[in-house]
């Protein structure tokens, strides 16, 4: 898992003022911090996230079983589980200027809520006669980050992965 502890850094040189580093392993951004648009400093927030590459095997008499695949990721702060289309590329980086947000779920309560998901998505999908077999091929422990831009019709937050923007409601 991701090294999140908080080291004080050196003193800025344009502001003279001490500002909070993190070792993360974070999900590889595709909009830069440096390439937002912004009147002032660009703020990250760092979400953690777990990704499960997973193989559903539904038992089927008569016929050979049935393999499904799913990606599912779990948002650690907000307790979702949600389908992605691939495991992410992630690397391991320093952000400076960070909340990392906490995770609000164990370990086993974040691979709760995959199965679950998993087993929701294979009954709408094809229908079973008894508990499908989970099988997790990889997980990934990453943070996502958010930018968080002051622009002068008001701050957006945009997701350095999708490049999404949206206003940040007070």
């Known amino acids: 898992m ?6 004080r850094a050196e003193a800025a040189d344009i502001t003279g003022r001490t500002q909070e580093r993190a070792n993360l392993t974070v999900i590889e951004p595709t909009v830069a911090r440096e390439d937002v648009d912004s009147t002032g400093r660009v703020g990250v927030v760092a979400y953690p996230y777990r990704v499960y590459d997973a193989v559903v095997t539904v038992d089927r008499p008569i016929i050979a079983d049935r ?3 799913y990606v599912v990721s779990v948002d650690r702060a907000r307790r979702l589980a949600v ?4 495991v992410p590329e992630t690397v391991s980086r320093t952000v400076d200027d960070v909340l990392v947000v906490p995770s609000e779920l164990t370990d086993e309560q974040v691979l ?3 199965e679950n998901a998993l087993f929701k998505w294979t009954l709408r999908k094809i229908a079973v006669g008894s508990a499908p077999d989970v099988r997790f091929e990889q997980s990934v422990d990453a943070h996502k980050l958010f930018w968080i831009a002051s622009r002068p019709d008001g701050d957006v937050i945009i997701d350095s992965v999708r490049g999404t923007e949206s206003p940040l409601d007070d």
């Open 2 to 7: 991701s090294d999140t502890r908080r080291q």
């Open 67 to 69: 393999d499904l695949e």
């Open 83 to 86: 389908r992605a289309d691939v």
């Open 112 to 114: 709760e809520k995959a």
